[in-house]
């Protein structure tokens, strides 16, 4: 026993093998315990030079001198042992003495283990051997076989001949088909070719070697079953190195129609090509061809539509028969987003509706035909025999105007606050509302009756890592902590001094383009925090009346009368906030709330009588700048913001330059930004100005997220000038899905609040596509999103003034290659121009259509050049 643990600590492991084998189970389990201890004792340095030495012996020695099945398998796969364990050969014959049925029970609980345990494979397949046992089909055995099988580098001879000598092979590979991601593994293992997986594994099907009917069958249902794309490339492989007989593919046209229905898109296509071949060989009945077909018109990958469209049309062409049966399914085609998949049908329609016998045929595809373009359904109309239906005029569909929400008053009861205080805290940060309520709340039930409140809380900031800590510095609140920081003060975990003036807060980001929106927003919930840690007062001056910020005159002067009447103090910071929230669009109940302000004898209802009197918000003057492929926008000064304010609102209201990019900025949390929308409700050009690199980012980084503050100053009140305009132009080319919806979101409510400049937007969108910061096909995708709303005459007339920049191009006897998705861009905008019936000339669209030659891009052209000139031939 002494000789065996002196053996480990020197690792020397030839002679703990040696003493092993000489020793009884009864003194093999007596050592354990000392070897447990090592254990225990080599793990703080596992990588030093004296672990690496003793734990490979270390290893093999536990392993002998277990008897449990699970404590052997748990010490083999020990995480301690990963990177200096004992070789598989010597620990296989340190077990092989044992029980055959346990040295199985090992093997399989070694197989279970994950991939991630990388249990070597040799000492998995080397127990597997030594018991005899069913071979394990788990992923970390299979992995390992894969990996072993294909060591091209270590082994001679092909892949199938070493597949060959495989014992257990058809229960191996036909656990391949069951095992989830094990393609990709099969994809780079022995590479491509004729030494690759599938075609060894199709070349050992043909031999015999493997059974023909399960190799297909596996095939089919991994494919069936669907997953990431590298994983089911590789079985779409195997499925073509086995090529199905005529046979084969008519037994499984269920199965075909069913991949052509959901699969990826290759194996959609490669399933496609299958029937297809039946079809035209008369071997696939009609009413087959049309359940595939409904399908199949049912995807939006443009390639396999097309394919089905000729298919039909070839079929039909064979033999008329069929066309009760097979035209019915063109509905769903007729209707389709992109012209030439609808063109495709409707020519169908034309072609083979003379032969349909069925009524209710021409009533399926007149319905199918409802969603198309004007000219389309008049000639499906023609083509049925019915009467095109006249319709009184285009009218544009936008969504409803926005209505704000009023904001209800805040909670009566410290409990109900806390409860909306737990509830803010454990959602989203970006809740303006509940932020405003939440604050007016904590506000006045400091005022009314700390002690409850601090009571009522208590439970619900416990969890919160500062609670226990005792005093928390205020800039120990960053990001989107700003309700924690009022809450800390309000329960005196911060300074008692209060927070300095004048506020220091490393988010300002200096010289970075947000820190005036990030300053002064802050400098207010550090006075509300200093407010309830010393002397708040009754309530908030600011806290608005509408969900977009904005604060009517009339509330904002009755909480200046009750300030008068209680003797309050008012707070700058929230006095400031209060004057930039206050509506002043309507000129008359301004006018009358300023005299009823002025009548209140106190220095801050003057203040407000002349906010709510002078000429209103203004635009500051901008000018264009270029930088790369961006296009920004540099502002000059706001006067009116730039007397009588607190030093931390003055910036908001200062020059806008390109260069205050060049600071670091500290604004990366997406949180903040919809309270920087109701920091300046009546203002949203200055923070559009202020954003408006982050929305450039959108297009030409691929950054995500910032999209999302767009529609919200949409529905925000205020000129909606060229910053807002030129942020939405960018996020419509936005990299993300969300952020691309947002901008159309944010369009459609300019649009219908009628503050939308069309050829503003239409030339952003031209001069950021031409300077390659925004890619044509991501604006397709939001332009033709925006048009499905039913704004097919605000969509084109954006487009109108978008084309232009795009088509000036093309001019001349060798024109460069036009930008991709042109052609795209087009077919929507002529979609549009049909849909909304639109007329009248765009530049450079007649030189373009009238070019010679048949490419889509031309032939889409021609189709917007006939929508806006009917008289002209395409």
């Not at 097979?326 to 049908?345: F, I, K, T, W, Y």
């Not at 997406?670 to 920091?679: E, F, I, M």
């Not at 039913?790 to 084109?796: D, I, K, P």
């Not at 954006?798 to 930008?819: F, S």
Request: with cysteine.
């Amino acid at each position: 026993m002494n000789a065996l643990t002196d053996a480990v600590r020197a690792g020397r492991i030839a002679e703990v093998a040696d003493l092993l084998d000489g020793m009884t189970d009864a003194e093999r389990r007596a050592c354990f315990p000392e070897l447990k201890a090592l254990r225990k004792e080599l793990r703080p340095n596992l990588w030093s030079e004296r672990g690496q030495r003793i734990l490979p012996a270390l290893h093999l020695a536990g392993a002998a001198c277990q008897t449990g099945a699970a404590a052997v398998a748990n010490w083999l796969a020990a995480t301690d042992f990963t990177w200096a364990s004992a070789s598989p050969a010597r620990l296989v014959d340190a077990l092989a003495d044992r029980d055959l049925a346990w040295i199985a029970d090992v093997a399989h609980r070694l197989a279970r283990r994950p991939v991630s345990a990388r249990i070597p494979f040799g000492l998995m397949t080397g127990l597997v051997r030594l018991s005899a046992c069913p071979v394990p089909t788990t992923d970390a055995y299979l992995q390992g076989w894969l990996r072993h099988i294909g060591s091209s580098w270590a082994r001679t001879g092909s892949l199938a001949d070493r597949l060959r000598q495989e014992p257990q092979l058809a229960e191996l590979v036909a656990a391949l088909f069951e095992v989830d991601d094990i393609g990709s593994v099969l994809g780079w293992i022995a590479g491509e070719g004729a030494n690759s997986w599938p075609a060894s594994l199709a070349r050992l099907t043909e031999d015999g070697t493997l059974d023909r009917k399960p190799m297909l069958d596996g095939c089919v249902a991994r494919l069936l079953r669907g997953g990431r794309a590298p994983d089911v490339r590789v079985f779409l492989q195997l499925l073509q190195a086995l090529a199905p007989t005529r046979e084969e593919e008519r037994e499984r046209v269920a199965d075909w129609t069913a991949l052509a229905a959901d699969a990826a898109s290759p194996v959609a296509g490669h399933a496609q090509s299958l029937l297809a071949g039946l079809a035209l060989d008369g071997e696939l009945p009609p009413r087959r061809l049309a359940e595939l077909s409904r399908a199949v018109l049912f995807r939006t990958e443009k390639k396999l539509l097309r394919a089905q469209l000729v298919l039909l049309g070839k079929v039909l062409a064979q033999d008329a028969s069929g066309v009760d049966a097979l035209l019915p399914a063109l509905a769903q085609a007729l209707g389709h987003p992109d012209s030439e998949v609808r063109e495709r049908a409707v020519k169908l329609v034309e072609r083979h509706a003379p032969r349909i016998g069925d009524p209710d045929v021409r009533e399926v595809l007149v319905a199918g035909a409802e969603q198309a373009p004007p000219l389309l359904r008049a000639r499906v109309a023609e083509a049925l025999g019915r009467v095109p239906v006249t319709t009184q005029g285009y009218e544009e569909v936008l969504p409803p105007v926005p209505v704000p929400l009023r904001l209800a008053p805040a909670p009566e009861s410290a409990a109900e606050l806390a409860e909306e205080v737990g509830a803010l805290l454990a959602g989203t940060a970006d809740d303006v509302v509940a932020f405003e309520r939440t604050l007016d709340g904590l506000v006045r039930h400091a005022h009314r009756d700390p002690g409850t409140l601090r009571e009522a809380l208590r439970p619900v900031v416990s969890r919160l890592s500062w609670f226990a800590t005792g005093t928390v510095h205020a800039s120990g609140f960053l990001g989107d902590r700003h309700l924690e920081l009022v809450l800390a003060a309000l329960l005196h975990r911060t300074p008692g001094e209060g927070f300095g003036t004048p506020l220091q807060d490393p988010l300002s980001g200096a010289g970075c383009v947000h820190s005036p929106l990030g300053r002064a927003f802050n400098a207010r919930i550090w006075e509300i925090a200093d407010l309830v840690h010393a002397g708040p007062p009754p309530f908030l001056l600011s806290t608005p009346t509408w969900s977009t910020g904005l604060l009517e005159p009339d509330e904002l002067v009755a909480r200046l009368d009750a300030y008068r009447e209680l003797g309050a103090r008012v707070a700058p910071a929230d006095f400031a906030q209060a004057l930039l929230r206050v509506r002043r669009q309507d000129r008359t109940a301004a006018g009358a709330a300023a005299a009823r302000a002025a009548a209140l004898g106190t220095p801050e209802g003057t203040r407000l009588a002349r906010w709510l009197t002078a000429d209103g918000p203004a635009l500051p003057p901008v000018r264009r700048r270029t930088a790369g492929p961006r296009v920004l926008l540099e502002s000059g000064e706001l006067a009116e913001l730039q007397e009588d304010f607190p030093p931390d609102f003055p910036p908001l209201g200062r020059p806008v330059t390109v260069y205050s990019e060049r600071w670091r900025c500290y604004h990366w949390d997406a949180d903040l930004r919809p309270h920087w929308t109701a920091l300046l409700p009546g203002h949203r050009e200055l923070v559009a100005l202020r954003l408006l690199r982050d929305f450039s980012s959108l297009a030409v980084d691929d950054t995500r997220g910032a999209a999302g503050t767009l529609p919200r100053l949409a529905e925000s009140d205020g000129a909606a000038g060229p910053a807002l305009h030129l942020g939405i132009a960018y996020a419509l080319g936005a990299r993300h899905e969300e952020d691309r919806f947002a901008a159309v979101d944010a369009l459609l409510v300019l649009a219908a609040r009628e503050q939308l400049d069309a050829e503003r937007l239409g030339a952003d969108l031209g001069e950021l596509v031409h300077r390659g910061a925004v890619k044509p096909a991501r604006l397709v995708e939001s332009v033709r999103t925006a048009a499905a709303t039913g704004a097919n005459a605000t969509v084109w007339d954006i487009l109108r003034h978008t084309l232009p920049a795009l088509l000036a191009g093309l001019a001349g006897d060798r024109p460069p290659a036009p930008p991709r998705g042109l052609a795209d861009l087009l077919a929507v905008a002529a979609d549009c121009a049909e849909r909304s019936g639109a007329r009248g000339e765009v530049p450079h669209l007649a030189q373009t259509a009238g070019r010679r030659g048949s490419s889509r891009l031309l032939a889409q052209a021609r189709r917007l050049r006939s929508a806006l000139v009917p008289d002209v031939a395409a």
